[in-house]
């Protein structure tokens, strides 16, 4: 049974008993019905529901998410709880989440430990709260509050929750205890059930400003405004009018794709790091971690590292150098701080205790895992990891932050090729969660397992990468670059095709994007892979001579744009620069409409991602598709770019690609697992489905 029955003296005790985390599958909605039903039949006097294990419920099963609901229903369930003409009160512990939160408002009172957690998260997958959420914390809390927790979808503490009158009260002990002890103060003070869809709707606020407010943070995701409908239409109507509206508006959320991509996403990031390959691997154990290189990356590293409590020692080339770097820690140790991550005693702890900078390489003899950060230079790296070498002792992991250089070569340079890996990291690196773990030809598997462990460790969801030019998320990036540059040479403006990319869902589009990272880190790429280009592929020059004229991008307040503080303006230079290119070229420029920039775009970033997975450089599409939400800003809600072309249809995309092949052959040619998977009517989760573990 996943809700036992118990007695205590006149109460009535139901306890989940579905671990892990007690969600409120159809068993569990069963049980709890049952429960109450038992209950009243027995006469009890009080209910006391809570959870085993671990948690309270922690919301719904999200796999009967788009599946025919089954009875019962969670709203009626909610219903029947609050109907019970005795008191009923939830004794919370662990994750009090989504529904689960939605059982907890329809008992009459709700006492919790310190430690527990409270949210409605389910924007986050799409959907809306749909059992009562959105009518009945409003009643709870008042409107600015379950606007914010509904619209947002984060938790928020025990004591928060107490504050705004989500639970009646904080007790220490077990949660049966502590459920106990409340309900028999109730019944000695003759307190009855106090059902929470009788309370007054809270004072009004304005639905128009929170709905501007809304639609500005969601950035295209339906969900948070849905929601705000359903709590809207809890300040005019009744209750059961609210619960209808409620339950239309789930079912319209649920509908969606963006459902179907959230929750893409939300498995995706479960599955990543789930390889066969590391399967009974045991990885090596790290305390210490080296970073060579203080620069952006490589004091981000140290942050993350220092943050997850791992001691660093990091080396610079000179004492100014380690300055800058310690520098850079302290900036984003401080704003951790700031964040309310760390402590004042833990900040001052880490850099009096955790924290070493060096300029002799000799310090990190002792280190179990080594990162290289250094300028993106092969000849430099290699030299580093001759003096890597030298230094570190035989189990030492020797890893490279390289963004784009071959991992093989760097391995091959040294007489240690089994210990040599790639940890790509995003910037800013103690923030960004992703971390490419790059696999080379000689990786040792206990190797490639510390890299997922250090990961795990350092809190970022950690993708399996093989060796290319770019890896996985820096190679696909490249390519959709280029579709975006050609569009340019051929009569779109950059800044079209940043508009449409960022009304797509993305935070910025490549121009803005080539911006943050510098132009020169595009023409050094230019440079480097001048020398082995095939002469068939387009590559435009005004963006070097935009480099050379000093607009770097945002380091130098000019790029594409010019930068006021975080606002950008067109940069007047460029399109000059672009139809000066153009004329040079003999290029008539074209008019392109939103639609096919859009479409070009995306055909480019599936096309690469389709080769991504065949040639085995990503494990499984759902790979890449966690690499690009994670590392890239690809919206949630359209669960990734395999999953979106997944819900597409792969046809389509593919005989787009054919199309402007007829212009440029050797830029579009189709994948050839594209090609297959269309040929045998199969789409990209079927592989993820076939591969799962
Ligand atoms: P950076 O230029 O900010 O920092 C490089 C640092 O390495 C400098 O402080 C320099 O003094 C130091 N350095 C150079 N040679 C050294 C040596 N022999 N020994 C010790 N220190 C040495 O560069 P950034 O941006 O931090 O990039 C570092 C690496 O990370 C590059 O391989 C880059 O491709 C990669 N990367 C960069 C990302 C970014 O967004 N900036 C993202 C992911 C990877």
């Avoid at 459920?179 to 869809?197: E, I, K, M, T, W």
């Avoid at 400003?209 to 500005?216: D, E, F, R, T, W």
């Avoid at 072309?645 to 690609?657: F, N, P, T, V």
Wanted: aromatic share 6%; with cysteine; hydrophobic share 40%.
């Amino acid at each position: 049974m996943t809700i036992r029955y118990e007695r205590d003296g006149d109460i009535a005790v139901l306890v989940a008993d579905n671990p892990p985390l007690n969600t409120l599958g159809e068993q569990t909605r069963k049980g709890l019905s049952k429960g109450i039903t038992r209950a009243i039949g027995e006469g009890a006097k009080a209910v006391v529901i809570y959870g085993d294990g671990r948690s309270w419920f922690a919301g719904a099963d999200i796999r009967e998410f788009g599946r025919p609901p089954v009875t019962p229903y969670l709203p009626d369930v909610c219903n029947q709880i609050e109907a019970c003409p005795v008191p009923v009160i939830a004794a919370m512990h662990g994750t009090v989440l989504g529904g689960g939160l939605e059982i907890a408002l329809a008992c009459h009172y709700r006492v919790a430990v310190e430690t527990a957690k409270m949210g409605m998260p389910e924007v986050n997958l799409g959907v809306i709260p749909g059992a009562g959420g959105t009518q009945r914390l409003p009643r709870l809390a008042g409107f600015a509050p379950a606007i914010e927790m509904i619209t947002g979808g984060r938790s928020i503490s025990a004591s928060k929750a107490l504050k705004l009158g989500i639970i009646d009260r904080i007790a220490e002990g077990n949660p049966k205890e502590i459920g106990l002890d409340y309900a028999a103060s109730l019944l000695r003070d003759d307190q009855g059930p106090r059902p929470v869809s009788a309370m007054n709707t809270p004072q009004q606020v304005d639905f128009a400003a929170a709905k501007a407010k809304v639609k500005q943070t969601a950035r295209g995701q339906l969900s948070p405004l849905v929601a705000l409908d359903a709590i809207e239409a809890s300040s005019r109507l009744s209750f059961a009018e609210g619960l209808a509206v409620e339950r239309r508006l789930f079912h319209s959320s649920e509908e969606t794709g963006q459902c179907k991509g959230m929750i893409h996403a939300f498995f995706a990031e479960r599955q990543v790091s789930n390889l066969p390959e590391l399967r009974g691997i045991m990885s090596r154990e790290v305390s210490e971690i080296g970073v060579i290189g203080g620069g952006t990356m490589g004091a981000g590293i140290a942050t993350a590292a220092l943050l997850a409590g791992l001691r660093v020692t990091l080396i610079e080339i000179t004492r100014d150098a380690t300055e800058a770097a310690k520098a850079r820690i302290g900036g984003n140790l401080s704003g951790a701080l700031k964040r309310g991550k760390i402590s004042e005693a833990q900040y001052d702890r880490i850099f009096a205790e955790s924290l070493t900078l060096s300029t002799e390489y000799g310090d990190l003899s002792d280190t179990d895992l080594i990162i290289e950060a250094v300028f993106e230079d092969m000849a430099v790296k290699k030299q580093v990891f001759a003096q890597i070498e030298a230094i570190a002792k035989p189990s030492a992991i020797l890893a490279s932050n390289t963004s784009f250089l071959d991992i093989n070569e760097i391995a091959a340079s040294t007489g240690r090729a089994r210990n040599v890996i790639g940890l790509h990291f995003f910037s800013p690196a103690h923030v960004m969660r992703l971390l490419e773990v790059i696999v080379g030809d000689e990786t040792a598997p206990d190797v490639v397992a510390t890299g997922f462990a250090l990961g795990k460790r350092l809190n970022k969801i950690a993708v399996r990468s093989g060796v290319c030019d770019g890896f996985i998320g820096n190679r696909i990036l490249s390519r959709y670059s280029t579709a975006a540059d050609h569009m340019v040479l051929d009569g779109a403006s950059p800044y079209q095709i940043d508009r449409v990319v960022e009304g797509f869902g993305l935070p910025m589009g490549p121009f803005a994007m080539a911006d943050l990272a510098g132009l020169d880190i595009g023409q050094a790429t230019r440079k480097r892979l001048a020398p082995t280009r095939d002469p068939r592929d387009r590559v435009p020059t005004y963006a070097d001579t935009l480099c050379e004229k000093g607009h770097r991008g945002q380091k130098t307040g000019r790029g594409y744009y010019a930068y006021d503080g975080r606002a950008r303006t067109e940069n007047a230079d460029v399109l000059p620069l672009i139809d000066a290119e153009r004329e040079r070229l003999g290029i008539k420029a074209r008019t392109f409409d939103d639609d096919e920039i859009l479409r070009r775009y995306m055909a480019a970033m599936v096309n690469e991602a389709a080769r991504v997975v065949g040639e085995g450089i990503a494990r499984r599409p759902l790979d890449v598709d966690v690499v690009l939400l994670m590392g890239y800003g690809f919206p949630r809600y359209h669960g990734g770019p395999l999953k979106w072309a997944d819900m597409q249809g792969l046809s389509g995309i593919l005989s787009d690609i054919q199309e402007f092949a007829k212009d440029d052959s050797y830029f579009w040619q189709p994948a050839p697992l594209l090609e297959q998977l269309v040929a045998q009517g199969r789409t990209f989760d079927d592989l993820n489905k076939e591969q799962s573990v």
